[in-house]
């Protein structure tokens, strides 16, 4: 949740009604368009002994089989669209790509168009958003990055049931923050979903606490429009949590405040700087040591804005040293639509994404959701965001769209 130019500093608008892992760098290749010939051979969806479609399950249900082959069109993964791919699904229900050939006849589920890894939103706020017109949109995993921690606990064991309506959610917690800090001033907050550290033993704490609720990131706020955390509380807060195999996320706005998390150790901004246009050697740091997530179309929502402009810049040069990005859109803050965003996929390929690259930024290949996009995925630069729209997230509740 950002405080900006171009984003209300008090509450958010929420979410329109409609609408990792792996990490994208400016590499990538701009590919074709999808609906390459099928795999010969799996002409069939289903078996009659597996009960037919409706019984075919990703995540195992009550009594009913799991699938274990899916085929398509193409399958984009690892970077590029494929033909003549089948994917399997292991006892852990993380599918792999292996040669379309191996897959059976009988009880292999087909799509039309393209299947690839399930689409990931690195940057929600549940308490703010329906996360079932998230799924509905697309995004079948989100990284919820600031809430009440028993609530954030609930919803993603709600999400793990055969049959969800919700996408897959990986949480941080409460944001962690200096006392009478962001967001702690923000009526959005809602009581219990921030956690002020008064020393490093505090911060150890917390972590312990976070890590004890099922979080498995750790989010921190350093806003300069308000109290910090000391640098050495940081610097122990982000050491706490890596050593506890967490990652931490860091709310940076304000002169100082990306140089103070890159120096901490954090290793993820959870927005791309956007109040300055960040030094040259700082830009380059952080593309070493560091992932951002994109957040772009908060700023303006779709009109012109500064710090749209500055966000891009920064994170154009980001990735022209190499650096890492993560789609994330910060769902809950404003008019931002629920599910895939095609603005933040355009302002993505104008900081310097080719198509592939997008992707790579946008999905975690060791999820078991997958995306499915019906018409076949278009990788041509211009028609790509709106072809990707149209994925929507499968499991074992989705039928196949081809029998």
């Known amino acids: 949740m950002t405080s900006g130019s171009g984003v209300p500093g008090g509450p958010p608008g929420g979410a329109a009604a409609s609408s990792g892992g792996a990490a994208a760098s400016s590499g990538g290749t701009a590919g074709s368009s999808g609906g390459s010939a099928g795999v010969a051979g799996a002409a069939a969806c289903c078996g009659a002994s597996d009960g037919g479609c409706a019984a075919a399950a990703l995540r195992s249900g009550s009594g009913a089989p799991r699938v274990r082959w899916l085929i398509a069109d193409s399958v984009w993964w690892g970077g590029r669209l494929r033909s003549r791919v089948a994917l399997r699904v292991g006892e852990n229900g993380i599918a792999k790509p292996v040669p379309g050939e191996l897959a059976p006849v009988a009880g292999t589920r087909r799509f039309r168009g393209t299947l690839l890894p399930g689409l990931v939103d690195a940057h929600v706020h549940a308490a703010l958003v329906d996360l079932t017109a998230v799924r509905a949109g697309g995004i079948g995993s989100v990284w919820d990055l600031g809430g009440v921690p028993k609530d954030l606990e609930d919803l993603a064991e709600r999400a793990r049931q055969p049959g969800t309506d919700l996408p897959l959610v990986r949480y941080a917690g409460p944001f962690l923050i200096a006392p009478g800090g962001y967001p702690s001033d923000r009526s959005w907050a809602p009581a219990g979903s921030w956690r002020e550290i008064r020393s490093a033993a505090d911060a150890h704490e917390a972590v312990a606490e976070a890590r004890s609720a099922g979080a498995s990131l750790i989010k921190v ?183």
């Open 221 to 403: 706020t350093a806003h300069a429009g308000g109290p910090l955390l000391p640098q050495d509380t940081l610097t122990s807060l982000v050491g706490a949590a890596h050593a506890s195999g967490l990652e931490v996320v860091v709310h940076a706005e304000g002169t100082g405040t990306v140089a103070a998390a890159l120096d901490a150790g954090a290793g993820i901004l959870a927005h791309t700087p956007w109040t300055e246009r960040l030094d040259d050697d700082l830009v380059r740091a952080c593309a070493e040591r560091m992932r951002w997530i994109s957040t772009l179309d908060i700023h303006g929502w779709g009109t012109p804005d500064p710090a749209r402009e500055i966000a891009v810049d920064n994170l154009r040069r980001f990735l022209g040293y190499g650096g890492s990005v993560r789609y994330g859109t910060d769902l809950g803050n404003g008019p931002l639509p629920a599910g895939v965003n095609v603005r933040e996929i355009r302002a993505l390929q104008e900081a310097g994404l080719e198509p592939h690259a997008v992707l790579s930024a946008m999905t975690e290949s060791d999820s078991s959701v997958l995306s499915v996009v019906d018409g076949g995925l278009d990788l041509d630069a211009d028609r790509f965001a709106d072809s990707l729209a149209t994925a929507r997230a499968i499991d074992g509740t989705a039928l196949p769209n081809h029998c």
